[in-house]
């Protein structure tokens, strides 16, 4: 597969590598992919999120593999456990680094090319949507998280209708879902989205809705106080 690699020297794929093993590279990193972005979006949009999948599904992949081996007896099994969990360590850090990048990839646009930019953000939130409902539980939170934070750097007078009420059914779905870490992921996407006069939403629907965003404050207000100190 052909990888987009004009004007900065460098492939999508060795740019997230480089986001993956430190935060330090991230500032110059976003230079270089609003560059490719320039270049060729279309192809850009595809390998990022080609990255964006591939290392939210790295936990699912060890996990898959790690069940193939259960039958090699009770010693192979603990050894493969422990490693199991420092490849979940692993991935989480890899996860949270990247969350981190495409956040400031994001508020980082060129403000001389702000519409080309917001269209750019518009596309990749559409293909992160699609993977809300992913059987991994993991990788649904992630995608509500990725939503979340990309939604919130742009501004939603701006979006597509139709875009914003897919975001907003997404998320609302999410609120159901048997995991916590993806139902404080989407309740986090939720004050933005929906509008407590809009009719088209149900009456328990609002409900849970505000339930939620009132325990979420209390949670991030709870946790700036420990931050203080």
């Avoid at 480089?18 to 991230?26: E, I, M, R």
């Avoid at 990839?105 to 990749?124: I, Q, S």
């Avoid at 989407?186 to 989205?193: G, T």
Wanted: one cysteine or more; aromatic letters at 4%; a neutral charge.
């Amino acid at each position: 597969m052909a990888r987009t690699q004009e004007a900065t020297g460098l492939t999508v794929y060795q740019i997230f590598n480089l986001c993956q093993k430190s935060n330090v590279a991230h500032a110059k990193c976003v230079g270089l992919l609003w560059q490719l972005e320039r270049s060729n979006s279309e192809k850009c949009l595809a390998d990022i999120f080609a990255c964006v999948k591939h290392v939210l599904l790295i936990p699912q992949v060890r996990h898959s593999l790690i069940q193939r081996l259960i039958t090699r007896g009770a010693e192979g099994i603990l050894k493969r456990k422990r490693r199991s969990r420092a490849d979940f360590l692993q991935g989480e850090m890899h996860g949270d680094r990247i969350v981190r990048f495409i956040t400031g990839f994001v508020a980082g646009r060129d403000p001389a090319r702000e519409e080309d930019c917001d269209t750019f953000a518009e596309k990749l939130l559409r293909q992160l949507i699609s993977l809300v409902t992913a059987r991994d539980k993991s990788v649904r939170a992630r995608c509500c998280q990725l939503v979340q934070v990309i939604f919130n750097n742009l501004r939603a007078d701006e979006l597509d209708e139709d875009l914003l009420d897919s975001m907003q059914e997404s998320m609302l779905e999410r609120l159901a879902d048997k995991v916590p870490a993806v139902r404080t992921q989407a309740v986090s996407a939720l004050p933005r989205l929906c509008d407590p006069g809009d009719v088209s939403l149900a009456a328990d629907q609002l409900h849970a809705i505000s339930c939620l965003v009132h325990i979420y404050q209390h949670i991030w207000m709870s946790s700036q106080l420990c931050t203080e100190q």
